[in-house]
């Protein structure tokens, strides 16, 4: 029997930027049109003729509708009332006139403006969702942002969304932990993000050097992973550090000096464009997260064969690591614990290598062509 070939519309913001979230979606839709001969639409509000960050199948369709909320960036407070209203209101007009005319048998929302209206759009799709970080940190503020007012916001605006994915025919998570983070809800799946790389090398675990990946904010931690490291440093002397990441290093590279790190051996980078060499050059990956929505760079790290010592952090690395098997589980901010866990595995060469070989076979689930399987199942099922 010939596998359904489903017609596909996702809705989101844009693809020129370098997010996780458009990389995903780009990866998937290729893989569905390309392999399942899939009809795929993206449906965009904004970036219109910017080229796409990730290159995008031929047999891909891409309609802008060229709403541009990006202009509320520059608004004043109460200019953007007004001018958010008007938006949001030309948004649902043409996108409820391009999905009248597509009439895809799926919509997907990834959880944007058009949550808010999707399901009273009654072009006869399926209507999913996708929630691409953890429930506590969806649309939060920064711990030194809140405030009582936002609090008051955030709660208001929480029982909203509930109300609304409560009529998708499906809303999927990534992971386990936050699935039981919506007892609200019925119509809840797991399918965690793919593997964004087919890894062509593993490291040989021979370089005296340990990893971390991520923004230069506050919920990556690695103001904690520095504290950590001012101990590890005096007890593995022939140990470096490689921190590589996108923002402003500079609060990083004062800590560093406050705490009187060696910069010989802690070395705070800017991105990479070859993040797999990189991995392959350590032998030790370091995660050391407040929250995830998932914690890809996890995944990415031990497919190139490393072992990992990872906060405990709402979610992701508990479904991702086995803790003891491929990896070292910590409770989240416990600074001398996680000095503890990297200092066990960088004293021993044989743990470091029997962990990696788990971790090697224990993330082969994370594969693009596995978990697009658990996707057509899912449209297959909902359509």
């Given at each position: 029997?010939?596998?359904?070939?489903?017609?596909?519309?996702?809705?989101?913001?844009?693809?020129?930027?370098?997010?996780?979230?458009?990389?995903?979606l780009t990866l998937k839709a290729n893989y569905f049109a390309e392999h399942y001969g899939y009809d795929i639409t993206i449906i965009l509000t904004d970036g219109k003729d910017k080229p796409f960050f990730y290159p995008l199948s031929e047999k891909v369709r891409v309609i802008n509708l060229d709403i541009n909320f990006e202009e509320l960036w520059t608004c004043s407070f109460v200019r953007k009332i007004f001018v958010y209203l008007r938006k949001q209101h030309l948004f649902r007009k043409r996108l409820s006139e391009e999905l009248m005319r597509l009439r895809p048998d799926?919509?997907?929302?990834?959880?944007?403006?058009?949550?808010?209206?999707?399901?009273d759009?009654?072009?006869?799709?399926?209507?999913?969702?996708?929630?691409?970080?953890?429930?506590?940190?969806?649309?939060?503020?920064?711990?030194?942002?809140?405030?009582?007012?936002?609090?008051?916001?955030?709660?208001?605006?929480?029982?909203?969304?509930?109300?609304?994915?409560?009529?998708?025919?499906?809303?999927?998570?990534?992971?386990?932990?936050?699935?039981?983070?919506?007892?609200?809800?019925?119509?809840v799946?797991?399918?965690?993000?793919?593997?964004?790389?087919?890894?062509?090398?593993?490291?040989?675990?021979?370089?005296?050097?340990?990893?971390?990946?991520?923004?230069?904010?506050?919920?990556?931690?690695?103001?904690?992973?520095?504290?950590?490291?001012?101990?590890?440093?005096?007890?593995?002397?022939?140990w470096q550090l490689s921190i590589y990441g996108m923002g402003d290093r500079t609060p990083y590279e004062q800590q560093a000096a406050a705490l009187g790190l060696d910069m010989s051996r802690c070395h705070l980078e800017s991105t990479t464009p070859d993040i797999q060499a990189a991995y392959c050059r350590s032998s030790l990956f370091a995660f050391s997260s407040r929250f995830e929505g998932f914690g890809m760079v996890l995944v990415e790290a031990m497919a190139c064969g490393?072992?990992?010592?990872?906060?405990?952090?709402?979610?992701?690395?508990?479904?991702?690591?086995?803790?003891?098997?491929?990896?070292?589980?910590?409770?989240?901010?416990?600074?001398?614990?996680?000095?503890?866990?990297?200092?066990?595995?960088?004293?021993?060469?044989?743990?470091?290598?029997?962990?990696?070989?788990?971790?090697?076979?224990?993330?082969?689930?994370?594969r693009l062509d596995v978990l697009a399987m658990r996707w057509k199942q899912l449209f297959d099922h909902i359509a």
């Open positions: 029997m010939e596998a359904r070939k489903h017609k596909i519309v996702y809705c989101t913001p844009a693809l020129y930027m370098a997010g996780g979230v458009e990389r995903v799926i919509t997907v929302s990834l959880l944007r403006r058009e949550i808010n209206f999707l399901c759009i009654k072009d006869g799709s399926r209507k999913m969702g996708e929630l691409h970080v953890n429930r506590a940190n969806y649309r939060n503020f920064e711990a030194n942002e809140a405030n009582f007012v936002k609090n008051l916001f955030a709660r208001f605006w929480m029982r909203s969304l509930v109300s609304k994915l409560k009529k998708l025919d499906q809303f999927v998570v990534l992971t386990e932990e936050d699935r039981q983070a919506w007892p609200e809800l019925s119509n799946s797991v399918i965690p993000d793919p593997l964004s790389f087919e890894p062509t090398r593993q490291s040989p675990l021979t370089e005296h050097q340990v990893i971390a990946v991520g923004r230069y904010v506050y919920q990556k931690g690695f103001d904690l992973l520095l504290q950590a490291w001012s101990r590890v440093e005096k007890a593995c002397p022939e490393l072992p990992v010592v990872s906060f405990d952090c709402p979610c992701g690395p508990k479904d991702i690591i086995t803790d003891g098997e491929d990896g070292l589980l910590v409770k989240t901010g416990e600074v001398g614990q996680f000095a503890d866990a990297l200092i066990r595995l960088m004293q021993s060469e044989e743990l470091r290598r029997e962990m990696a070989s788990h971790a090697l076979e224990n993330v082969k689930r994370y």
